[in-house]
């Protein structure tokens, strides 16, 4: 079992940047992949990227070119790299563990907000 804690949401203006990270307490090698996802109210909670324990990446069309996932097996922590927001990428951020026999851990999430 892990524990993740995002940090970095905020408020930024359209055009800037925000850097997430996800801490992981536990054995981060047990883990399949890890992604982050996002939500707002009364919708569903949606895909952003996620990247496997050989780093291949996956990205929503949304933020394609724009978002950069990575990880840091020796510090274990999980980043994601948001540059030229939009108010579109307003949401909680949500980081996530996926185990190879199916389960998933969330963390509490991180509010982002992007101003117009």
């Known amino acids: 079992q892990v524990q993740l804690v995002e940090s970095g949401g905020g408020l930024v203006q359209a055009g800037g940047s925000l850097r997430l990270s996800c801490a992981v307490s536990g054995s981060f090698f047990s883990i399949n992949a890890m992604g982050w996802y996002r939500q707002n109210p009364g919708e569903q909670r949606e895909l952003v990227a996620t990247i496997t324990s050989g780093s291949s990446t996956n990205y929503a069309d949304s933020v394609k070119g724009r978002f950069t996932i990575s990880r840091d097996n020796a510090r274990n922590t999980v980043s994601l790299q948001m540059n030229s927001l939009k108010p579109d990428d307003t949401a909680v951020y949500y980081c996530?563990?996926?185990?190879?026999?199916?389960?998933?851990?969330w963390g509490r999430g991180t509010q982002v907000t992007v101003t117009s």
């Open positions: 996530s563990a996926a185990f190879p026999m199916g389960g998933r851990s």
